[in-house]
């Protein structure tokens, strides 16, 4: 493994998700000092609240600030000169696990911007979730972005390993989201929306059935403009 280019993609990947306002990033660096105690980085720890109420520190990065659309409030648009970079699905679950181990978060919060298509993209962050879960036994809290235009079978499946699902509107009115956004389309953002807000209704109603039944998104969704 390359770690002076791995260091390289956690900087440029957790720089751009600090514009994700879902959760709030540290922004601070400390190093240590002799007689002192600890140290920060300002490269992806972020907080949020899990369904308990409890305050976590999370990973949060981008899988990718690579994207095929041209947004214009979009630091990460096709036609900005930035650096970019992409994770890997195995390089995103070995940071995750190592920092969870030296106990610098409790979680992960994991965005991307969108390469190829929505359902590759997709894909790609419930891969991340699935092998932290089913391989690496990690029990910690996930919080992935629901990708516009994804798949009913892959939003099922983020929800199945996910803790919390949150999509971005963007622009308040289809108006707005036409001038600054045309590539895209304001029902992409919020049939997911619906489909997971339908899921965690259902797994609700089926609880009081049933004795076990898997969760769904047990910390729900949230959105943000």
């Known amino acids: 493994m390359n770690f002076d280019r791995l260091k390289e993609k956690l900087e440029i990947l957790a720089d751009a998700a600090k514009y994700d306002v879902s959760c709030s990033s540290s922004g601070g660096s400390r190093k240590n ?43 990460s648009r096709s036609s900005n000169d930035i650096k970019r970079a992409a994770f890997t699905v195995e390089e995103v679950v070995d940071l995750t696990i190592n920092f969870y181990r030296r106990n610098y978060i409790e979680g992960l919060f994991l965005s991307s911007g969108i390469f190829k298509n929505a359902d590759t993209t ?43 699902l949150s999509i971005n509107i963007e622009i308040p009115t289809e108006s707005g989201l036409k001038l600054l956004a045309p590539e895209k389309n304001r029902e992409d ?28 998104a047990p910390a729900g969704q949230s959105t943000q403009m």
């Open 33 to 75: 000092k002799k007689g002192a105690l600890g140290d920060s980085s300002a490269s992806g720890i972020c907080h949020t609240y899990t369904e308990d109420g409890r305050c976590v520190s999370l990973l949060k990065v981008l899988l990718t600030n690579h994207c095929i659309y041209d947004c214009a409030y979009c630091v």
């Open 122 to 164: 997709m894909e790609r962050l419930v891969r991340v979730a699935k092998k932290l879960r089913l391989e690496e036994n990690f029990n910690g809290y996930i919080h992935l972005k629901s990708i516009p235009g994804a798949s009913d079978l892959l939003m099922q499946e983020a929800a199945l390993y996910a803790d919390r």
């Open 189 to 216: 953002m919020l049939n997911p929306m619906k489909y997971i807000q339908s899921g965690i209704t259902q797994y609700k109603e089926e609880k009081k059935i049933f004795r076990k039944v898997p969760k769904f």
